[in-house]
């Protein structure tokens, strides 16, 4: 239908979108899944595993993920946590050799705006 959001999101593989992580929950609604609506502007559409190199990377970037935040119902992450990040940070990641691992099946179709699905592929989970 014209001018309704999708109710059943797709992901990059094309069936429908899955769950992420719900310890620490997550996504920008925090309901456990990667969806995007207009309010999300960084598109966070990405399941990715929190790896050392990639925290430490996007707090290079001022995108601190270690930090717990409270006023965000942001926990803070640690390597092995499971994230809806956002797209074109984690192909900033791919270009820089320190991509985080993904969960394709929870990746929202959004994200091949930004990433092919190759290069999603060779980071699969």
């Known amino acids: 239908m014209i001018g309704f959001e999708n109710i059943s999101p797709l992901n990059v593989?094309?069936?429908?979108?899955?769950?992420?992580?719900?310890?620490?929950?997550?996504?920008?609604?925090?309901?456990?899944?990667?969806?995007?609506?207009?309010?999300?502007?960084?598109?966070?559409?990405?399941?990715?595993?929190?790896?050392?190199?990639?925290?430490?990377?996007?707090?290079?970037?001022?995108?601190?993920?270690?930090t717990p935040r409270p006023e965000y119902d942001f926990p803070g992450l640690r390597a092995g946590d499971r994230w809806c990040i956002c797209a074109m940070r984690w192909k900033e990641a791919l270009d820089a050799g320190v991509a985080p691992p993904v969960r394709l099946e929870a990746c929202h179709e959004n994200a091949l705006q930004f990433a092919s699905l190759t290069d999603l592929q060779s980071h699969a989970l």
């Open 13 to 66: 593989l094309g069936t429908s979108l899955q769950a992420c992580c719900f310890d620490p929950q997550t996504g920008f609604y925090r309901d456990g899944f990667c969806r995007t609506g207009p309010q999300d502007t960084g598109r966070h559409v990405i399941c990715a595993e929190m790896t050392e190199a990639f925290l430490k990377f996007s707090r290079s970037r001022g995108n601190d993920l270690i």
